[in-house]
């Protein structure tokens, strides 16, 4: 078990610049962690990656977005880790916001703009409504490599970005919210082995498997409903071991260290064919 003075390294999902990275640079702000980073590719590597390097290594994951729902790989990787003690440990709601970055400070004099095709689409009642009719846009494959564009033309030219690549690229911040959806949020998790005091505003993550006969389930929500141990969300995923077999992932409101969750836990444990801790953390 270490705590935060510990940790040397923390692991996010590139590209750099990017939102996971922006939660990043708000999990070291949050815990003081003044420590190295590593962008990863894939949600997996960083759970291998941190299983890995558990003593002193915390990684970042996205697991939930309001548009896109669940991110099922951060869960599965979680639960399919050799590593028994990697946990959860916190968690953040992050706004998704895009912003119109260039190098000028003058919206009024934008004729072109840089921009991947999603964000085009995700920003097209702003860019209808508010830039000129005649506007030359011109695609690029990603947030950063558009801000990277912008050095190829005059300063009439304006990208669609992150607060984190303007600050990387110094770039001015012409207008702010300019997507669509103003309700956009991506729920971030923090991984690794430090063990979480309760808060009194906690949430318990766990997942099991049980039985596939008539009631199998019932039989566990029984055992949370007469310990009166609140869930606030239950979902399943296929176990990726056989066919018609599911593992189910229960958020619980409390810290495991509430003697009521204990109990249920304890009583379970024998109901269940795969039982696993997955953290408790102070809920966003």
């Not at 077999?245 to 229960?250: D, Q, R, T, W």
């Amino acid at each position: 078990m270490n705590n935060f003075e510990m940790i040397k390294n923390i692991a996010y999902l590139e590209p750099v610049n990017s939102f996971s990275e922006m939660a990043k640079d708000e999990y070291c702000r949050m815990y003081n962690m003044n420590c190295y980073a590593t962008p990863l590719g894939t949600i997996k590597q960083i759970v291998e990656y941190v299983a890995r390097n558990i003593a002193d290594t915390v990684g970042v994951l996205p697991v939930e977005n309001t548009i896109d729902g669940s991110i099922r790989e951060s869960i599965d990787s979680i639960i399919l880790s050799n590593n028994q003690n990697l946990k959860i440990i916190s968690e953040i709601i992050m706004p998704v916001e895009y912003c119109l970055l260039s190098k000028t400070t003058e919206f009024y004099s934008i004729t072109g703009l840089v921009a991947p095709p999603r964000l085009l689409g995700k920003c097209g009642e702003f860019i209808n409504n508010e830039m000129p009719r005649n506007l030359n846009i011109i695609e690029s494959p990603s947030m950063l490599e558009a801000a990277h564009e912008l050095n190829n033309h005059n300063l009439t030219y304006a990208s669609i970005g992150n607060r984190k690549i303007a600050q990387a690229c110094m770039l001015n911040i012409l207008k702010e919210n300019i997507h669509d959806d103003k309700y956009n949020q991506t729920r971030y998790i923090l991984i690794g082995d430090i063990k979480t005091e309760p808060t009194g505003k906690d949430k318990t993550t766990i997942a099991f498997r049980t039985n596939n006969t008539p009631g199998a389930l019932l039989e566990i929500l029984k055992v949370f409903l007469e310990n009166n141990v609140n869930m606030n969300h239950i979902s399943s995923y296929p176990s990726k071991t056989k066919m018609d077999e599911y593992i189910f992932v229960v958020n619980i409101d409390g810290h495991i260290a509430n003697t009521q969750l204990q109990k249920a836990m304890d009583e379970i444990a024998p109901k269940t064919l795969f039982l696993r801790y997955l953290g408790s953390y102070r809920a966003a």
